[in-house]
């Protein structure tokens, strides 16, 4: 066995380039792991010692180059971690804080109910010091029929509040995703904005402009959900597609359409490079003395740098752009457009680029269906089955059949493939499956790829010259089409599965199982499916905790003895909806609240649930004497008398500086442990966090979370 794994790795000599990413990767992941912020200077010693004995090993020890390369990509990634946090890092709020706010509008997007949402660079703040103010803030404007223009200075009265904490220890951690990009605060605008000077006359300013302008003028010339669907596949902007819509799209394994990425830019970019070698070609000269392919290709490069600055540069968007530049860019040097070392080159540069991207869920769907694909379609097997014999002269008749059957094979083989690579990304960030997502994306692709991106290319070129109305009805019909498939797709009973979070360490073993697959190519790729199979075995290994209590002491949960958890409220509702998530309860909070286990008066709730610790929830400190002769824990939104606290005989009391301290916790009871609350196995979101840049350290009372409910993740490609 030692010889065989000797003799297939040093087999692959010509793929170990392909892991270079992989350990970049975990670098990243280490430094986001860490539990205090390490020293830039320490990162980047590291990172010289590494290259240093690189240097060395390749040189003069030869047996320890393979080791030192490993060591090197697990320093640069670590390095790259601690710059990009010195480069963005900015002052984060550390107080609810209410006046008036003055600032430029950076992004503005409209909502579906016809509000705002708007990232703010504040220029002034009302008693706030000015070191302290944070870069960027992003504001709810619910007020309807308002309309701002990226660049301009406004002054508004807003009620702002610091990022909000996890919801629960581990959970999605919404501050730090946020504080990498600079954003420090979270809020609301209750007054019309008013303004104060015009947007700069610079290019930034003008793209956004731009980008307003298109986004506006696709959606009213379209009109309807379809408008604001065309407007998200052309400028990004997602905000005014109803809710009901995007259900209809994610229960239909459709979302990714909507997210600017691989999808459109391979269409928009590919369409366009055919269209200019087409043209191209129309010139007898041309076609035969000049590089008429590398020519369209630098018009495909771009058209798609123009797609990306509509487009908002999207954390997605831009990953895509990086991909699909390197493919027209091997064009350009004669080199294969399409393999497994440019998307590793383009997971380089992105994770060097912006490696917090690491963590989304973005990242690891859109890599791991592109790697996916590739590493199938280069297989062996498959290229033969594409290569195959064209008909003889005497059945050409069969040649359309033919292309329409391959068409049909090829999108139910992509499909298939990408389903699969990324179905454990989104059961892991998401914790729902979407069973019938082939027959939506079967559905739904031919149309997106022959008809809908095509028309948006089109109705782009004709825009200047206000010709493009034909081209965006198109594209309207096109999207009906699309939305009528969603919609059939997701009224299929069991369409949408929800289960519970899974642990790390099976997300772990199935990467590193599916990277050894794919990265691969003789006989012990298929040594991969060991860890892919022990990492599906331990999916549900992981438990949910007994106990849950959020960061604000407003609402609890209780696992009873059925194994479903009991809400003491349906509010706060992101909070309630997240636990039943992360469950895999299909209950609405609501549901979960009414379970008749409550006994309420005007001093406070108690639950009371079978063989489970009594809650009690007082609303004033009158009611927590009483409570502590006859509660098992005690959960006050206020801060309890040191006096009182000894005095109390209830085993766990948590008052609003346990949670100051704390956040959100958690507590796993042992068998057989329910009235032993020392035993009782505790988490908080502070230790889980750490001592990071992005967490706050206790200068203040952390304020109720903003009303404004956090986008957790980008959507699924899949």
């Known amino acids: 066995?030692?010889?065989?794994?000797?003799?297939?790795?040093?087999?692959?000599?010509?793929?170990?380039?392909?892991?270079?990413?992989?350990?970049?990767?975990?670098?990243?992941?280490?430094?986001?792991?860490?539990?205090?912020?390490?020293?830039?200077?320490?990162?980047?010693?590291?990172?010289?010692?590494?290259?240093?004995?690189?240097?060395?090993?390749?040189?003069?020890?030869?047996?320890?180059?393979?080791?030192?390369?490993?060591?090197?990509?697990?320093?640069?990634?670590?390095?790259?971690?601690?710059?990009?946090?010195?480069?963005?890092?900015?002052?984060?709020?550390?107080?609810?804080?209410?006046?008036?706010?003055?600032?430029?509008?950076?992004?503005?997007?409209?909502?579906?109910?016809?509000?705002?949402?708007?990232?703010?660079?504040?220029?002034?703040?009302?008693?706030?010091?000015?070191?302290?103010?944070?870069?960027?803030?992003?504001?709810?404007?619910?007020?309807?029929?308002?309309?701002?223009?990226?660049?301009?200075?406004?002054?508004?009265?807003?009620?702002?509040?610091?990022?909000?904490?996890?919801?629960?220890?581990?959970?999605?951690?919404?501050?730090?995703?946020?504080?990498?990009?600079?954003?420090?605060?979270?809020?609301?605008?209750?007054?019309?904005?008013?303004?104060?000077?015009?947007?700069?006359?610079?290019?930034?300013?003008?793209?956004?402009?731009?980008?307003?302008?298109?986004?506006?003028?696709?959606?009213?010339?379209?009109?309807?959900?379809?408008?604001?669907?065309?407007?998200?596949?052309?400028?990004?902007?997602?905000?005014?597609?109803?809710?009901?819509?995007?259900?209809?799209?994610?229960?239909?394994?459709?979302?990714?359409?909507?997210?600017?990425?691989?999808?459109?830019?391979?269409?928009?970019?590919?369409?366009?490079?055919?269209?200019?070698?087409?043209?191209?070609?129309?010139?007898?000269?041309?076609?035969?003395?000049?590089?008429?392919?590398?020519?369209?290709?630098?018009?495909?490069?771009?058209?798609?740098?123009?797609?990306?600055?509509?487009?908002?540069?999207?954390?997605?968007?831009?990953?895509?752009?990086?991909?699909?530049?390197?493919?027209?860019?091997?064009?350009?040097?004669?080199?294969?457009?399409?393999?497994?070392?440019?998307?590793?080159?383009?997971?380089?540069?992105?994770?060097?680029?912006?490696?917090?991207?690491?963590?989304?869920?973005?990242?690891?769907?859109?890599?791991?269906?592109?790697?996916?694909?590739?590493?199938?379609?280069?297989?062996?097997?498959?290229?033969?089955?594409?290569?195959?014999?064209?008909?003889?002269?005497?059945l050409l008749f069969l040649v359309p059949i033919r292309f329409v059957g391959r068409h049909i094979a090829g999108i139910m083989l992509t499909t298939t493939v990408a389903g699969i690579a990324t179905g454990a990304y989104a059961a892991f960030h998401f914790d729902r499956v979407a069973l019938y997502s082939m027959a939506g994306n079967l559905g739904a692709l031919p149309v997106v790829s022959v008809v809908i991106m095509p028309a948006a290319l089109i109705a782009l070129i004709l825009m200047p010259f206000g010709l493009d109305d034909p081209a965006l009805w198109v594209m309207g019909q096109g999207i009906d089409v699309m939305l009528a498939v969603a919609h059939e797709v997701a009224s299929w009973e069991g369409a949408d599965r929800m289960i519970a979070a899974a642990p790390m360490a099976a997300l772990i073993a199935v990467t590193f199982g599916g990277l050894w697959l794919a990265l691969w190519q003789t006989s012990w790729r298929w040594l991969g499916l060991l860890p892919v199979a022990l990492g599906f075995f331990f999916w549900d290994a992981g438990t949910r905790p007994d106990i849950l209590i959020d960061r604000d002491g407003k609402l609890a949960a209780m696992r009873g003895s059925d194994g479903l958890l009991t809400l003491t409220s349906a509010r706060p509702a992101y909070t309630a909806e997240t636990w039943l998530r992360r469950d895999g309860d299909m209950r609405t909070p609501k549901d979960a609240a009414n379970t008749g286990l409550k006994t309420c008066d005007a001093l406070g709730c108690v639950w009371i649930i079978p063989n489970r610790p009594v809650i009690a929830m007082p609303k004033s400190l009158a009611a927590v004497s009483d409570d502590c002769a006859k509660a098992d824990i005690i959960i006050a939104n206020f801060g309890l008398p040191r006096r009182l606290r000894k005095t109390c005989k209830a085993p766990l009391v948590i008052d609003r500086f346990d949670l100051w301290r704390n956040g959100a916790m958690s507590f796993t009871i042992p068998q057989g442990e329910i009235s032993n609350s020392e035993n009782w196995i505790r988490h908080t979101a502070r230790n889980e966090r750490g001592d990071r840049p992005w967490v706050l350290t206790g200068k203040s009372v952390r304020q109720p979370t903003p009303r404004t409910k956090p986008a957790e993740t980008e959507a699924p490609p899949q």
């Open 1 to 394: 066995m030692a010889a065989y794994l000797r003799t297939s790795f040093f087999a692959e000599s010509n793929r170990w380039f392909l892991w270079s990413p992989v350990f970049v990767g975990v670098g990243v992941a280490l430094y986001f792991a860490l539990p205090v912020e390490p020293y830039l200077t320490l990162s980047l010693a590291a990172l010289a010692l590494a290259s240093a004995l690189f240097a060395v090993a390749r040189y003069r020890l030869s047996l320890l180059a393979l080791p030192a390369a490993i060591l090197f990509c697990v320093a640069l990634g670590l390095a790259a971690s601690s710059v990009r946090a010195a480069l963005v890092a900015a002052p984060v709020l550390q107080s609810k804080w209410s006046g008036t706010l003055t600032g430029r509008v950076v992004f503005a997007e409209l909502s579906a109910k016809g509000g705002l949402s708007v990232t703010i660079a504040p220029t002034a703040m009302q008693r706030l010091d000015p070191a302290a103010m944070p870069v960027r803030v992003r504001l709810s404007v619910r007020l309807k029929g308002v309309e701002l223009q990226p660049g301009e200075t406004v002054r508004l009265r807003a009620s702002l509040l610091p990022p909000p904490d996890p919801v629960e220890p581990g959970g999605f951690d919404y501050a730090r995703q946020i504080w990498f990009q600079s954003i420090g605060a979270v809020g609301f605008a209750y007054t019309v904005p008013e303004r104060i000077a015009p947007p700069p006359d610079d290019i930034f300013s003008g793209l956004a402009r731009l980008r307003s302008a298109i986004t506006t003028h696709v959606r009213d010339t379209i009109g309807g959900p379809k408008g604001a669907v065309a407007a998200a596949l052309i400028t990004g902007e997602q905000r005014a597609i109803p809710a009901d819509t995007v259900e209809d799209l994610r229960i239909a394994g459709l979302t990714h359409v909507l997210s600017i990425s691989g999808l459109h830019m391979a269409l928009f970019g590919g369409t366009l490079f055919w269209l200019a070698r087409a043209v191209l070609a129309l010139i007898p000269r041309l076609a035969l003395y000049y590089p008429i392919k590398k020519w369209a290709a630098v018009v495909a490069i771009l058209g798609t740098t123009f797609y990306l600055c509509i487009s908002g540069f999207g954390v997605a968007t831009n990953r895509s752009y990086i991909m699909i530049g390197l493919m027209f860019l091997s064009i350009l040097f004669d080199r294969p457009a399409i393999s497994m070392r440019n998307v590793a080159l383009a997971a380089l540069i992105v994770l060097l680029w912006q490696p917090e991207t690491l963590l989304s869920a973005s990242f690891h769907m859109s890599f791991a269906a592109v790697v996916a694909l590739i590493g199938f379609y280069e297989s062996p097997l498959i290229q033969r089955l594409m290569n195959g014999e064209a008909p003889k002269d005497g």
